[in-house]
T-cell receptor, first 120, second 115 residues
Framework: EAGVAQSPRYKIIEKRQSVAFWCNPI?????LYWYQQILGQGPKLLIQ????????DSQLPKDRFSAERLKGVDSTLKIQPAKLEDSAVYLC??????????????????FGPGTRLTVL | AQTVTQSQPEMSVQEAETVTLSCTYD???????LFWYKQPPSRQMILVIR??????QNATENRFSVNFQKAAKSFSLKISDSQLGDTAMYFC????????????FGKGTKLSVKP
């Protein structure tokens, strides 16, 4: 079974530029999450999709961050314009929630390799 | 609000020895799930072990086991026979049973296994 795919793995941009990250979840996973992980901290949820609808975007800085999951499969997270404090690892994860499956913990999240963003 | 606290920013252990990482959490829910994730320098977050709050038996996965104390809201991870490949950041995480499935993470513990 293929895991969660993310690209690019690394990105360096200057402040005020824009950047986009892509995520392809595990096939059949209804829910997709974007997390921001600042160095030395645990991941913080930015946005959660269930299929192509937003479940939670309460911690997404909407003046500069946007995300979409148009067909309920892959997703794009965009930052425009970027600030120095956006330097972080951006993690994508997916889960079966809310759809149960035999022998599987619905809440378990599977993570991609992340994108390390450096804003200069 | 639900919170997860990991009070040990860094720990080290000799290869083949046992180490315990601490985690406490705060919630008013009675049904929830707890996880330990490992994040090596490659950044890939990998699930180590999970515990359902309604289960009294502590979860075990090979060299990894937990000590789940529901009344004390404590969820520690024990790694036996530590290996060099266990060197990583370890995150404790919580999901409320009534939630919409989003994880709440602690700040992590950096574990170094020394040869």
């Amino acid at each position: 079974e293929a895991g969660v795919a993310q690209s690019p793995r690394y990105k360096i941009i200057e402040k005020r530029q824009s950047v986009a990250f892509w995520c392809n979840p595990i096939s059949g996973h209804a829910t997709l999450y974007w997390y921001q992980q600042i160095l030395g901290q645990g991941p913080k949820l930015l946005i959660q999709f269930q299929n192509n609808g937003v479940v939670d975007d309460s911690q997404l800085p909407k003046d500069r961050f946007s995300a979409e999951r148009l067909k309920g499969v892959d997703s794009t997270l965009k930052i425009q314009p970027a600030k120095l404090e956006d330097s972080a690892v951006y993690l994508c994860a997916s889960s079966l929630w809310p759809n149960p499956a035999p022998g599987v913990t619905t809440y378990e999240q599977f993570f991609g390799p992340g994108t390390r963003l450096t804003v200069l | 609000a639900q919170t997860v606290t990991q009070s040990q920013p860094e720990m080290s252990v000799q290869e083949a020895e046992t180490v315990t990482l601490s985690c406490t959490y705060d919630t008013s829910e009675s049904n929830y799930y707890l996880f330990w994730y490992k994040q090596p320098p490659s950044r890939q977050m990998i699930l180590v072990i999970r515990q359902e709050a309604y289960k009294q038996q502590n979860a075990t996965e090979n060299r990894f086991s937990v000590n789940f104390q529901k009344a004390a809201k404590s969820f520690s991870l024990k790694i036996s026979d530590s290996q060099l490949g266990d060197t990583a950041m370890y995150f404790c995480a919580f999901i409320g049973g009534g939630s919409q499935g989003n994880l709440i993470f602690g700040k992590g513990t950096k574990l170094s296994v020394k040869p």
